[in-house]
């Protein structure tokens, strides 16, 4: 073996024996082996000018992916709490706070893009703030659909479940992180959670045009309306429980990578009953004159709309009297109690 041979060869003749022991014709397999050594070879060996290209080029393909999915995911990232939004049609004759329950789940699934279920070649796969805060958005929505299916759209909440408010309701329990594929339950292709709440807001804009058309029942009563802020302040309650927990044990931690999630959670709930609150004035117009609470009514709004608003650069669970790391959540929770002290002054009146 001369010194100037081919090391790939070398090691072949090594192992497999020298070529001259062998028939002239090689096999499709030696010839095969011979190709791979080589380009194994090629792609480790740091003085080849081949394997300096190899490496270039997958530093280069790594660097692509790494600016994939961060660019991409800025790009994505869009916590959208406009309070003033109002890019949909309305309904003549329909039920506004109904619009506005169906226009968000349009616009989160059509416009901004649902993200809570991005699969694992989607940039959106690496963010949590706006999945978390869209799954917020959709469980007040439930909420409240699940209050005009027992109250609201029903006379006296006595009569017949209307059938696509109840459709609506159930389709808004539907996981937001089911993609096309849940391997955890089945191999079988799944409904994504974008198919199903489109489906649940065509429901509820269904219910709006029968009730447009005199089809649909929307009971407009003082009850119905203290009923429903009654529950929403109790949800607003549970909330301002799960903040006081994670601001009493997620101090705990150096860094505590969850208080984000609860953040975003509490907003896209605090956004979305703002949203529809603000519609429900609309609807219920009459029986807020009646009573007199209009600037309660407004001193309402605008509680929910401070707590709706906040949006730290990165969410912090310091010490609620720390000097250096302020505690965003229980900046929250003060807000949210506070939206919670208004809606209480508003079923007060209501009440009596």
Do not use: C
Request: no cysteine.
């Amino acid at each position: 073996m001369s010194q100037g041979q081919d090391p790939v060869d070398r090691a072949f003749e090594h192992a497999v024996g020298h070529d001259a022991d062998r028939p002239a014709r090689q096999s499709w397999q030696r010839r095969a082996l011979r190709q791979i050594g080589r380009a194994a070879y090629h792609l480790v060996d740091g003085d080849s000018s081949t394997g300096r290209w190899t490496k270039r080029g997958l530093l280069a393909i790594g660097a692509g992916i790494v600016l994939y999915y961060l660019v991409g995911a800025m790009i994505v990232h869009v916590i959208d709490d406009d309070l003033t939004y109002a890019d949909y049609q309305q309904t003549a004759g329909g039920s506004r706070a109904v619009d506005m329950a169906a226009a968000l789940i349009i616009r989160e699934i059509d416009i901004n893009g649902w993200t809570a279920n991005a699969p694992f070649f989607e940039p959106g796969v690496i963010l949590d703030n706006k999945p978390n805060f869209q799954q917020g958005i959709i469980y007040a929505i439930g909420r409240f659909t699940l209050e005009m299916s027992d109250q609201i759209g029903r006379t006296r909440g006595s009569s017949q479940v209307d059938a696509d408010l109840d459709r609506a309701v159930g389709l808004l329990r539907y996981p937001g992180d089911r993609w096309h594929f849940d391997l955890a339950s089945s191999i079988a292709p799944t409904p994504t959670s974008e198919s199903q709440y489109r489906s649940a807001a065509q429901a509820l804009l269904g219910y709006n045009r029968r009730l447009a058309a005199g089809e649909a029942t929307f009971d407009q009563r003082a009850d119905n309306l203290l009923g429903t802020l009654n529950r929403i302040a109790a949800d607003l309650g549970s909330g301002s429980a799960v903040i006081a927990d994670h601001v009493a044990t997620g101090r705990s931690r150096l860094i505590d990578l969850e208080a984000d999630d609860v953040f975003y959670q509490t907003k896209g709930r605090l956004y979305g009953y703002t949203m529809i609150i603000k519609e429900l004035g609309a609807d219920f117009e009459s029986i807020i004159a009646e009573r007199g609470m209009q600037p309660v009514w407004d001193q309402l709004i605008e509680s929910l709309e401070t707590a709706s608003r906040l949006q730290p650069l990165v969410v912090l669970n310091g010490a609620p009297d720390g000097q250096l790391a302020p505690s965003h959540l229980a900046a929250q929770g003060f807000y949210l109690l506070r939206a919670r002290t208004r809606l209480r002054e508003v079923t007060d009146i209501l009440r009596n």
